[in-house]
């Protein structure tokens, strides 16, 4: 049981332009919710988080959105650059603290 | 700073074969991690270690055990590799168990082909 969901697989957007990640989650327990960051033959990074009494952060250009009634939380980037091209996972976590992580999303920004 | 150093980066074994995966970290941290990522999959927490001494199992824990040597050092042991444990692990670590809130560390990762 997929707890928590990235559902598209891919985003391709061109440089400059805004990319919106989405993530929607199950577990209404999961109280604190993370991007991360993946480029290839790296371990994942840490971008940017949001606790559940928020609902939005911003770090520079990438900003996440949590709308706790429906279980959905967004990661925008703009203005979008090419070093921007990774795998976006997204991760959430509650009590236990265990992090979740959803299959993550490709994203590619052409130049 | 070496951060999360995992060994190796790549190996191939046969179907029944063991080896260990080694993690070491130089952050001080209290809890260590290990991840299996496959394609489509995402991460998925095979076992992680809270603190020094205690270690637990994750969201897939069959086939492995792992060993929190000491403060610095968790290891994740496969006894007999099966072709369903070809994957990339990931070790990470964090400052203490109850503030996993943003920063968890991964290393590089190991790639691992069971024949």
């Known amino acids: 049981d997929q707890q928590v969901k990235q559902n598209s697989p891919s985003l391709s957007v061109q440089e400059g332009r805004i990319s919106i990640l989405n993530c929607d989650y199950t577990?209404?327990?999961?109280?604190?919710f993370l991007w991360y960051k993946k480029y290839p033959a790296e371990g994942p990074t840490f971008l940017i988080s949001i606790s559940s009494i928020k609902d939005k952060n911003e770090d520079g250009r990438f900003t996440v959105f949590l709308n706790k009634s429906a279980k959905h939380l967004s990661l925008h980037i703009v203005p979008s650059q090419p070093g921007d091209s990774a795998v976006y996972f997204c991760?959430?976590?509650?009590?236990?603290?265990?992090?979740?992580f959803g299959k993550g999303i490709t994203l590619s920004v052409r130049p | 700073n070496a951060g999360v150093t995992q060994t190796p980066k790549f190996q191939v074994l046969k179907t029944g074969q063991s080896m260990t995966l080694q993690c070491a970290q130089d952050?001080?941290?209290?809890?260590m991690y290990w991840y299996r990522q496959d394609p489509g999959m995402g991460l998925r927490l095979i076992y992680y270690?809270?603190?020094?001494?205690?270690?637990d199992k994750g969201e897939v824990p069959n086939g492995y055990n792992v060993s929190r040597l000491n403060k610095r050092e968790f290891s994740l042991r496969l006894e007999s590799a099966a072709p369903s444990q070809t994957s990339v692990y990931f070790c990470?670590?964090?400052?203490?168990?109850?503030?996993?809130?943003?920063?968890?560390?991964f290393g590089e990762g190991s790639r691992l082909t069971v024949l």
């Open positions: 270690s809270a603190s020094e001494g205690t270690t």
């Open positions: 952050m001080n941290h209290n809890s």
């Open positions: 991760a959430a976590t509650g009590a236990n603290s265990k992090l979740t």
């Open positions: 577990n209404s327990m999961f109280d604190y």
């Open positions: 990470a670590s964090t400052q203490s168990w109850g503030a996993v809130t943003g920063e968890l560390f």
